[in-house]
């Protein structure tokens, strides 16, 4: 337990030098694409001189170093500045946007670990067989859909042709719900709102399956790849010499063995989508973390932007230290020093 710690300890502080140069690149990018922010906000209409008074209120007058060495100093105080459009603080702006792409993607890869882990074990042990032949098309169908074409598929299909689900958004326009976390299925089931929780699940069953689909595809065939290579093992054929079950042989002996591949999938492609899931929240027009995002780039909004890759490099980090803390849990003989 004191080894598991300090590893985590240690990663954290890893987390400082990250952040660092994170914060250094996406400054010196930002600044590298064309375009001035001060005009864009004062509108194409704005003289010459309203746009100098403006770039002198933001700052932008300023040395490139001394606007760094500014924006450092704010973020060591939790400030990751002002929206130049939102004219809202950044970090509430990210906050509020990350509770959705949360709910969106932790039930898309929930979805997604579930439909791949279970069809990729059937594939493995049925091996060759119609279920596994036909598991590889739809695996093979599901990585080289586009995401986009997916969700507009989608839409047109069940939203506009079939009515059964709504078109976009996160909750429909007439419905109340009283928010406490931001996560809209669960603020609805805390305050007893059934009507609210249907109505949000009515609305997330698309855009889940949509963003989910790449996801389990691929670890269905990971799944596979790696069940086959575990039941090849000495000790599953001493397992089955046992007695044992064919059941209990593939979901207790092999499965969890099997697991270290997906999970480490599973779990990068889940930080990558909490970083912003940009084309199914276009398409959904869903308020999340990657339509900020695009937002902010297309404004050249510096002080989101640069807010937006922060908060994912901190996602990705996490997620990764809590990938390696499951690995102990799944095969204890895995030591951290």
């Known amino acids: ?56 209120k933001l700052g932008l007058n300023d040395p490139l170093y001394i606007q760094y060495g500014r924006y450092l100093n704010n973020l060591l105080h939790l400030d990751l500045g002002y929206s130049l459009f939102k004219h809202k603080p950044v970090i509430e702006e990210i906050l509020e946007r990350f509770m959705a792409t949360l709910e969106l993607t932790t039930l898309a890869i929930l ?3 579930t439909v791949g882990v279970v069809t990729g074990v059937i594939s493995a042990t049925r091996r060759n067989s119609a279920f596994d032949h036909t598991a590889r098309i739809w695996a093979i169908f599901g990585i080289s859909t586009p995401i986009f074409w997916l969700g507009v598929m989608l839409q047109l299909t ?15 326009t007439y419905t ?25 699940l009515k609305h997330l069953i698309l855009p889940v399956i949509t963003l989910g689909m790449v996801q389990t595809t691929l670890i269905s065939r990971i799944t596979r790849s790696s069940m086959l290579e575990v039941l090849g093992q000495d000790y599953i054929r001493t397992a089955r010499s046992k007695g044992l079950t064919e059941r209990i042989v593939v979901y207790k002996h092999a499965l969890k063995n ?31 973390l990657g339509q900020y995002l695009w937002f902010s780039l297309t404004y050249r909004d510096f002080p989101a932007v640069q807010g937006c890759v922060l908060a994912y490099a901190i996602i990705f980090v996490v997620i990764n230290l809590i990938i390696d803390i499951l690995y102990l849990y799944i095969d204890p003989r895995i030591k951290y020093k």
């Open 258 to 288: 099997a697991l270290i591949p997906v999970v480490t999938v599973g779990g990068l492609n889940y930080a990558k989508l909490l970083g912003g899931a940009i084309l199914t929240e276009t398409v959904y027009s869903w308020p999340g």
């Open 1 to 56: 337990m004191r080894d598991v710690l300090m590893f985590i300890i240690k990663r954290l502080i890893m987390l400082i030098p990250i952040l660092f140069g994170v914060s250094l690149i996406t400054f010196s990018l930002i600044h590298i694409i064309p375009g001035d922010p001060a005009e864009i906000m004062a509108g194409e209409h704005a003289t010459q001189a309203e746009v100098e008074v403006l770039r002198e």
């Open 111 to 113: 979805f997604a670990f």
């Open 176 to 200: 109340e719900l009283n928010q406490i976390t931001g996560l809209f299925l669960l603020d609805s089931l805390i305050t007893g709102n059934i009507p609210a929780f249907i109505d949000v």
């Open 158 to 172: 069940f939203s506009l042709y079939l009515g059964w689900f709504p078109f976009s958004a996160r909750i429909g």
